[in-house]
């Protein structure tokens, strides 16, 4: 990992005050540190980004009124992809650029993460809770990466396992969208049924903006699909439910990842998701509404923001409480070496997420259980915790 410096030569002042040069590291001064995030607030995805940023202001917000962090303030500086890669570039650009960031937070997508790592690793900027499961958001050189939860295909692979177990699922069938993040699904879904015995018998592909579903679905019906994953965009995942049943196919059982695990999802009006499954790398917030973290958050995000709280707002808010601790632990003398130093000792239990949270030299994801959950009347149940 490099540092990013800059280093001045004093001349004849350093001569004077027996100081030779000073350095500099981007997005840190006395008084601030900027983080930035190339989000979706517009796209397919903006029901994830949205949220997510009110959460992490909300957590940067808490700690500004307390001083900030070793006397600095935090500000969070956030461009909108609407899940496009061009837009993602002009963001990644100008953050890095002109607003300097010191680290990236939240940044969504994985095809977008993956084309900024090209501008991000050769400066040693962290990247920071990416919103996306993929694999390769831990890809060399991963000293500067951090992610918060499992991959989407070790929880396909748990998602698949369970139902297969549960159902006696024979046939394993995917429909995504064919980018880095639909990809790495279905390859998941494959490579499950395989190991399994199971017959992955057919997949379709769907671009972002699809919304008819009828000819995918009746072609997925005739292969006999037992279990159905789904790499879809969030309104395109209700639609394939939806629609299914329309068409009077309900023996199936769709599956989501962390990408489509959305309180709004569930709650669909007219019961058009009861029964879908997702494995995500957390506890939905609203099953823990009763409990006293989550119950405070939802209200205090609520009176913000004049709407509920979703998961994904409580992932935004988590995502900036770690980047919190980790500042403090990097301590006043802040560089990008003592922030990874400081994300890598971290070991504490977040009651928000109702997740252990560890990181170190050799492990840089920060919760690795998988949940698996269904829609039972407009709400996730846990079905299963591993």
């Given at each position: 990992m490099k540092k990013l410096t800059s280093i001045a030569v004093a001349g004849a002042f350093a001569l004077a005050s027996g100081t030779t040069a000073w350095a500099?590291?981007?997005?840190?001064?006395?008084?601030?540190?900027?983080?930035?995030?190339?989000?979706?607030?517009?796209?397919?995805?903006?029901?994830?980004?949205?949220?997510?940023?009110?959460?992490?202001?909300?957590?940067?917000?808490?700690?500004?009124?307390?001083?900030?962090?070793?006397?600095?303030?935090?500000?969070?500086?956030?461009?909108?992809?609407?899940?496009?890669?061009?837009?993602?570039?002009?963001?990644?650009?100008?953050?890095?650029?002109?607003?300097?960031?010191?680290?990236?937070?939240?940044?969504?997508?994985?095809?977008?993460?993956?084309?900024?790592?090209?501008?991000?690793?050769?400066?040693?900027?962290?990247?920071?809770?990416?919103?996306?499961?993929?694999?390769?958001?831990?890809?060399d050189p991963v000293e500067n990466k951090f992610i918060g939860f499992s991959s989407y295909y070790d929880q396909v692979h748990a998602g698949v396992t369970y139902l297969a177990g549960e159902f006696g699922a024979k046939e394993v069938c995917s429909m995504y969208i064919p980018s880095d993040f639909g990809k790495e699904i279905q390859e998941g879904t494959a490579e499950t049924?395989?190991?399994?015995?199971?017959?992955?018998?057919?997949?379709?592909?769907?671009?972002?903006?699809?919304?008819?579903?009828?000819?995918?679905?009746?072609?997925?019906?005739?292969?006999?699909?037992?279990?159905?994953?789904?790499?879809?965009?969030?309104?395109?995942?209700?639609?394939?439910?939806?629609?299914?049943?329309?068409?009077?196919?309900?023996?199936?059982?769709?599956?989501?990842?962390?990408?489509?695990?959305?309180?709004?999802?569930?709650?669909?009006?007219?019961?058009?998701?009861?029964?879908?499954?997702?494995?995500?790398?957390?506890?939905?917030?609203?099953?823990?509404?009763?409990?006293?973290?989550?119950a405070k958050f939802m209200a205090d995000y609520e009176a913000k923001f004049g709407h509920p709280a979703s998961g994904f707002a409580m992932l935004g808010y988590s995502a900036a409480d770690t980047v919190v601790r980790a500042l403090e632990a990097a301590g006043q003398d802040l560089t990008h070496e003592s922030f990874i130093k400081g994300m890598e000792s971290l070991n504490y239990f977040d009651d928000l997420t109702d997740s252990k949270v560890t990181y170190g030299p050799d492990d840089h994801r920060g919760a690795d259980d998988i949940v698996i959950s269904v829609v039972e009347n407009g709400k996730w149940k846990v079905l299963s915790r591993q």
């Open positions: 500099e590291t981007q997005g840190v001064s006395d008084s601030e540190v900027v983080f930035g995030s190339v989000n979706d607030l517009s796209g397919i995805f903006a029901a994830v980004g949205v949220p997510a940023v009110n959460g992490a202001n909300m957590r940067f917000e808490e700690a500004n009124a307390a001083g900030g962090v070793h006397g600095r303030q935090l500000r969070f500086v956030v461009e909108d992809n609407g899940y496009q890669i061009p837009r993602a570039m002009q963001g990644y650009n100008k953050l890095l650029n002109r607003d300097k960031v010191f680290a990236m937070l939240l940044s969504l997508g994985t095809p977008m993460n993956i084309a900024g790592f090209k501008l991000l690793d050769p400066k040693g900027i962290p990247n920071v809770g990416p919103l996306t499961a993929a694999r390769q958001m831990l890809q049924a395989r190991e399994l015995g199971l017959s992955f018998a057919a997949e379709t592909t769907h671009k972002p903006d699809e919304l008819d579903f009828v000819g995918s679905l009746t072609k997925l019906k005739a292969a006999g699909c037992d279990v159905v994953t789904m790499a879809l965009g969030v309104r395109q995942g209700i639609t394939v439910v939806g629609t299914a049943k329309k068409i009077g196919w309900t023996d199936v059982k769709f599956l989501n990842t962390s990408a489509g695990f959305l309180d709004v999802v569930a709650a669909v009006p007219g019961g058009v998701t009861e029964g879908l499954y997702a494995a995500a790398g957390w506890v939905d917030l609203v099953a823990r509404a009763e409990d006293p973290v989550p």
